[in-house]
Antibody
């Protein structure tokens, strides 16, 4: 079955860039009309959709983060990535990657990775 | 941005009881694109329901969803021990997709 796994640094300094990768296993990212998504969860703000990317390169980002977010996809590695610049301590959260299926929403999630923003 | 308000914040119930959770949207959700998720400590959310009332694969029929427009409910009949968790609604009818703040169903 399809599985997603987040990876990246667990500690990022304030004002630096948070970079995470999600590796997809069990199926090719290029098959199907899915949106590959990043979501975060913090105690203060609950669950927050960061944005998504399609294998065509089409993206949609949360307007509250748009100026600082970049997502990319590497179908040769079956991975997609998140870069979030100029982070603050308030962005300490568990970051999830997920696969969004048309009409069905987030059917498959990664296990999540805790990213702490601290000096 | 569509704001989703869930109520109540916490419910204290016993196994075997039934429960109805509410999710109210600040504006009409297109196509009733409203999902429900269950989350247990240390785990990712798990999809229960899509398009307001369509159960996800493997979800038992004691879970039911209803509603349209701005008012939606998730009903769990005869709570099982594994149903005690936090439940979130989420809309995907218009960007940005948003989540409710959650309802915790705890053991009384």
């Amino acid at each position: 079955q399809v599985q997603l796994q987040e990876s990246g640094p667990g500690l990022v300094k304030p004002s630096q860039t948070l970079s995470l990768t999600c590796t997809v296993s069990g199926a090719s990212m290029s098959s199907g009309s899915y949106y590959w998504t990043w979501i975060r969860q913090s105690a203060g703000k609950g669950l927050e959709w960061i944005g998504h990317i399609h294998v065509s390169g089409t993206t949609d980002y949360n307007s509250s983060l748009k100026s600082r977010v970049t997502m990319s996809v590497d179908t040769s590695k079956n991975q997609f990535s998140l870069n979030l610049s100029s982070v603050t301590a308030a962005e300490t959260a568990v970051y999830y990657c997920a696969r969004w299926t048309p009409r069905r929403s987030f059917v498959i999630w990664g296990q999540g990775t805790l990213v702490t923003v601290s000096s | 941005e569509i704001v989703l308000t869930q109520s109540p914040g916490t419910l204290s119930l016993s196994p075997g009881e039934s429960v109805t959770l509410s999710c109210r949207a600040s504006q009409t959700i297109s196509n009733n694109y409203l999902a429900w998720f269950q989350q247990k400590p240390g785990q990712a959310p798990r999809l229960l329901m899509s398009i307001a009332s369509s159960r996800a694969t493997g979800i038992p029929d004691r879970f039911g969803g209803s509603g349209s427009g701005t008012d939606f409910t998730l009903t769990i009949t005869r709570l099982e021990p594994e149903d005690f968790a936090v439940y979130y609604c989420q809309q995907y009818g218009s960007s940005p997709w948003t989540f409710g703040q959650g309802t915790k169903v705890e053991v009384k």
